[in-house]
């Protein structure tokens, strides 16, 4: 596979470029996925794609938002182009009936999720949360996100993440 300047491998040839949870998740899932090492100092999208020709297009971004409702709050993740933001307050938050939604601290999603920040992904997420997939997302033949860890980066299609199990697909973005 050819994106970017970059080498992509088959993800379960190099699992030791996968957080746990993401490994197991491409595994026991079956799913075509690519992984890519990559510096971690520039896993932020806005350096990754800079410096490895990837474009914002090319690449999406996997947010943890905590939806509140009569002292309850619920976890969701939302898959969004890197070039555009998430509808939080407006479409998320009707979406998962909260009377609030915020992004979650990155200490909780870290804790909740197993990945590290920066590189928290849909695939491995817990099956209980919503993944909320950007239309635009779903659409793209081979799209570039997190691996779990800084130090990659997995391509998968948009379709692999919207067939997810939890995944439901929506026009996200602002």
Same mark, same amino acid.
């Given at each position: 596979?050819?994106?970017?300047?970059?080498?992509?491998?088959?993800?379960?040839? !190099?699992?030791? %470029?996968? @957080?746990?949870?993401?490994?197991? &998740?491409?595994?026991? $899932?079956? #799913? *075509?996925?690519?992984?890519? +090492?990559?510096?971690?100092?520039?896993?932020?999208?806005?350096?990754?794609?800079?410096?490895?020709?990837?474009?914002?297009?090319?690449?999406?971004?996997?947010?943890?938002?905590?939806?509140?409702?009569?002292?309850?709050?619920?976890?969701?993740?939302?898959?969004?182009?890197?070039?555009?933001?998430?509808?939080?307050?407006?479409?998320? !938050?009707?979406? %998962?009936? @909260?009377?609030?939604?915020?992004? &979650?601290?990155?200490? $909780?999603? #870290? *804790?909740?999720?197993?990945? +590290?920040?920066?590189?928290?992904?849909?695939?491995?997420?817990?099956?209980?949360?919503?993944?909320?997939?950007?239309?635009?997302?779903?659409?793209?033949?081979?799209?570039?996100?997190?691996?779990?860890?800084?130090?990659?980066?997995?391509?998968?299609?948009?379709?692999?993440?919207?067939?997810?199990?939890?995944?439901?697909?929506?026009?996200?973005?602002?």
């Amino acid at each position: 596979m050819i994106l970017g300047t970059l080498e992509w491998v088959p993800a379960l040839d !190099r699992p030791d %470029l996968l @957080a746990d949870p993401v490994a197991r &998740a491409v595994r026991e $899932s079956g #799913v *075509e996925a690519w992984v890519a +090492e990559i510096d971690p100092a520039l896993a932020d999208t806005a350096a990754f794609c800079e410096r490895y020709g990837v474009t914002m297009t090319e690449s999406a971004n996997c947010v943890v938002v905590a939806a509140k409702r009569g002292g309850e709050t619920r976890h969701a993740a939302c898959m969004v182009p890197a070039d555009r933001r998430a509808d939080i307050n407006g479409v998320v !938050r009707r979406h %998962l009936d @909260a009377r609030k939604t915020s992004f &979650a601290p990155m200490d $909780s999603a #870290v *804790e909740m999720t197993g990945m +590290e920040y920066g590189g928290i992904t849909p695939l491995g997420l817990p099956g209980e949360w919503p993944l909320l997939v950007d239309a635009a997302v779903a659409e793209h033949p081979c799209v570039v996100i997190g691996s779990g860890v800084r130090r990659s980066k997995l391509a998968v299609s948009g379709a692999v993440l919207a067939g997810l199990k939890q995944a439901e697909v929506l026009a996200l973005t602002v």
